[in-house]
């Protein structure tokens, strides 16, 4: 058998190289429901206004208040209640405070209504300008106000898609998301039968978001005819397993290869596996980012109370390499985050990467990601051959490498810098969309593509 030897610098010793050869609860209304709506969070702020282009009705447990077309909406947390001023041009036609929640809804006969966020106070996300389908949901909590919208699902997947995924993309992978991003929001629990406000108790009953924490959601404006046109071909169609809705999580990108639900966050999920994807290139498929020792300490100081930070190492990586921790260490000093964690005050694109420190005149030292390539000659040419399938030879005796490797280079002058060499956007779990575009362009479709990334689920029409 022909030794392939690695052809870098190994501080540890010689790399020796065998060649290429939590979740949420899924309960949910069963099949049957008719056409759903879903309550979405659309923010936390302590003041709101909102426009009306048709007639709408303003509802509480004191009573209505019509709302007449081209009016204004403004409200504010007031110790607890919340104060509603509803005008027209000049005119005040109602101005009191109401206890919640508050259901600003569609007068009968108004059709395919809508409402616009027109002003907003200090919050993150922002929607102003933004135009909403439906009813909007207004709930006291603690002097802030949580605005909400009660749509119909259909209807709110038509931006979703539109939001989620680039709609120049071939039809079949529109799809794909269409039947995903839809199950993940029955998943969720997020369907709602609210008609008058009396089934919503507060801030609690929202289920899903209209940022990157749920899916991205941003209003009628943002309707493609493309994903439109998705989501009214696979209508009602979710994945399911044993019967209930699948915890179907997306991401951006995987670059070869998705990760284990139980490397992430623990939990085994039968469909929610490390699959290997087709090659495709994206944006995200090699990715560099760099802190200098100030910038670091400063995104860190939340987590990490060291003075200076010596060393940064990944652990407990999953079986495509993503760490699920990381240990940092300074003198005595020493914190483990989680991968969740550490991947938001770094805003990393993943954790699947290689990390190295380097400056200061010293060696460059670094941790090579197990499920990184090192480069071998195998007597007659140069191959890539992952990490993890490496046996690294110390005077001590041979260990595998599915640890990673820690390497030495040689030193660099400047500023010292902790430098993330990394593949992937995304925690890893579920469909890649990069890798569903790269499946539909290779003539798979939408069915081909979910079951590729959600294995041993069903498809079900549900409505």
Request: net charge negative; glycine share 14%; hydrophobic share 35%.
């Amino acid at each position: 058998m022909i030794r392939r030897v690695a052809v870098i610098g190994i501080a540890a010793g010689l790399i020796l190289c065998i060649g290429p050869g939590p979740l949420a609860d899924t309960s949910a209304a069963g099949a049957g429901t008719g056409d759903p709506r879903v309550l979405v969070g659309l923010a936390r702020t302590d003041y709101v206004s909102l426009s009306f282009s048709q007639e709408y009705q303003l509802v509480s447990s004191q009573g209505k208040q019509e709302i007449p077309e081209g009016a204004k909406v403004s409200l504010q947390s007031r110790r607890g209640r919340v104060s509603v001023v509803i005008s027209s041009g000049l005119s005040v036609l109602y101005n009191g405070e109401l206890s919640g929640p508050v259901v600003i809804e569609p007068s009968a006969g108004t059709g395919e209504a809508s409402f616009t966020v027109s002003g907003q106070g200090d919050s993150n996300p922002g929607f102003p300008g933004t135009e909403f389908r439906g009813s909007a949901i207004i709930l006291e909590d603690g002097g802030f106000l949580v605005v909400a919208n009660l749509v119909d699902l259909e209807r709110y997947l038509w931006s979703v898609v539109s939001s989620e995924m680039p709609c120049n993309w071939a039809k079949e992978a529109l799809k794909a998301q269409a039947v995903a991003s839809r199950t993940y929001a029955v998943h969720k629990g997020a369907l709602s039968d609210v008609s008058d406000g009396g089934n919503i108790t507060g801030p609690a009953d929202i289920k899903m978001w209209a940022n990157e924490s749920s899916q991205v959601y941003r209003g009628k404006l943002r309707e493609d005819p493309r994903a439109v046109e998705a989501c009214n071909e696979t209508k009602g169609q979710i994945l399911t397993y044993n019967g209930a809705p699948a915890a179907t999580y997306f991401h951006a990108a995987s670059a070869g290869m998705t990760e284990a639900s139980r490397s992430v966050w623990g939990g085994d999920v039968p469909y929610l596996v490390a699959v290997e994807e087709v090659p495709y290139e994206s944006p995200h498929n090699q990715w560099e980012v760099s802190f200098d020792l100030e910038t670091l300490r400063e995104r860190l100081k939340g987590a990490f109370q060291g003075s200076r930070i010596d060393t940064i190492v990944g652990c407990e990586p999953g079986i495509s390499g993503r760490w699920a921790c990381v240990n940092i260490s300074s003198g005595n000093i020493h914190a483990q985050l989680k991968a969740s964690e550490f991947r938001s005050l770094l805003d990393l694109k993943s954790m699947w990467f290689s990390v190295f420190k380097r400056g200061g005149g010293g060696d460059t030292i670094g941790q090579l990601n197990p499920g990184h390539e090192v480069y071998i000659h195998n007597g007659t040419s140069v191959q890539a051959v992952k990490l993890k399938q490496c046996t690294m030879e110390n005077p001590g005796g041979s260990q595998g490498a599915g640890n990673g490797a820690y390497v030495m280079g040689p030193g660099a002058s400047g500023p010292v810098t902790f430098v993330f060499q990394g593949r992937g956007y995304g925690h890893g779990v579920g469909m890649s969309q990069w890798g569903a575009k790269a499946m539909a362009e290779g003539g798979a479709g939408y069915k081909q593509i979910l079951m590729h990334y959600y294995p041993s689920t069903h498809i079900e029409t549900w409505w």
